[in-house]
C-alpha cells in the first residue's frame, strides 16, 4: 500500500512542478505539433483520477460531485473529447487546480480506509481498463507519468517557440 501512495504522489507532485512556471494566459494555447492544451490536460487527469483513485476504489464520492459536473468533465476532458472545443465553458486554472487538490485528497483518505485484501477486490464502479482495485491505483500514476509526459512536451513548445 505504502508503494501504491509513494507511486500516486510522485505523480502528483511531478505534474505540479512541471505546470508551475506555465503562465496562466498559456493554459489555453494548444500547438499543432502536440495538439493538446495545459488545461485538457489537468482536466483530464482529474477526471481519470476520479474514476482510478476515488469512483473504482469507494464508489461515486458526493465531495467531489458537489465541487464537480463529472457529466461536463467528460464532455470537456474524456478520451475522445477535442482540448479546443467549450473553451469558454471549461474550468480556469485556478478551479481546475483547486480541484486537483481536492481529487487527492479524497484519493489519501480512501487509502487510508483500504486494507490490503480489498486490493484484489472488483473496482467499485465498472472501469474501462481494469478489473480490480490495485490495478486501478496502479494505473492511476501511470497514466497520470504518460500525460506527465506530454505536459513536459507541451511546457517546452510554450516556453520555447509560442
Same mark, same amino acid.
Given at each position: *500500500? &505504502?508503494?501504491? !501512495?509513494? #507511486?500516486?504522489?510522485?505523480?502528483?507532485?511531478?505534474?505540479? !512542478?512541471?505546470?508551475?512556471?506555465?503562465?496562466?494566459?498559456?493554459?489555453?494555447?494548444?500547438?499543432?505539433?502536440?495538439?493538446?492544451?495545459?488545461?485538457?490536460?489537468?482536466? @483530464?487527469?482529474?477526471?481519470?483520477?476520479?474514476?482510478?483513485?476515488?469512483?473504482?476504489?469507494?464508489?461515486?464520492?458526493?465531495?467531489?460531485?458537489?465541487?464537480?459536473?463529472?457529466? =461536463?468533465?467528460?464532455?470537456?476532458?474524456?478520451? /475522445?473529447?477535442?482540448?479546443?472545443?467549450? &473553451?469558454?465553458? /471549461?474550468?480556469?486554472?485556478?478551479?481546475?487546480?483547486?480541484?486537483?487538490?481536492?481529487?487527492? +485528497?479524497?484519493?489519501? &483518505?480512501?487509502? !487510508?480506509?483500504?486494507?490490503?485484501? =480489498?486490493? #484484489? &477486490?472488483?473496482?467499485?464502479?465498472?472501469?474501462?481498463? +481494469?478489473?480490480?482495485?490495485?490495478?486501478?491505483?496502479?494505473?492511476?500514476? #501511470? @497514466?497520470?507519468?504518460? @500525460?506527465?509526459?506530454?505536459?513536459? *512536451?507541451?511546457?517546452?513548445?510554450?516556453?520555447?517557440? #509560442?
Amino acid at each position: *500500500m &505504502k508503494t501504491i !501512495k509513494n #507511486q500516486i504522489l510522485l505523480a502528483k507532485e511531478k505534474t505540479l !512542478k512541471l505546470i508551475t512556471d506555465i503562465p496562466v494566459e498559456k493554459w489555453f494555447v494548444t500547438p499543432n505539433v502536440i495538439e493538446s492544451n495545459l488545461n485538457w490536460q489537468i482536466g @483530464h487527469i482529474i477526471l481519470a483520477n476520479y474514476l482510478h483513485g476515488i469512483a473504482s476504489i469507494s464508489g461515486a464520492n458526493e465531495e467531489f460531485k458537489n465541487k464537480v459536473n463529472v457529466v =461536463d468533465y467528460i464532455k470537456f476532458y474524456g478520451p /475522445k473529447s477535442n482540448p479546443n472545443n467549450f &473553451k469558454s465553458e /471549461k474550468p480556469s486554472s485556478e478551479e481546475l487546480l483547486e480541484i486537483y487538490d481536492l481529487t487527492f +485528497v479524497l484519493i489519501l &483518505k480512501g487509502l !487510508k480506509n483500504l486494507r490490503a485484501k =480489498d486490493l #484484489q &477486490k472488483e473496482t467499485a464502479v465498472p472501469n474501462p481498463a +481494469v478489473k480490480i482495485k490495485y490495478d486501478a491505483l496502479l494505473w492511476l500514476s #501511470q @497514466h497520470q507519468s504518460w @500525460h506527465n509526459g506530454q505536459i513536459a *512536451m507541451l511546457k517546452r513548445v510554450l516556453t520555447t517557440y #509560442q
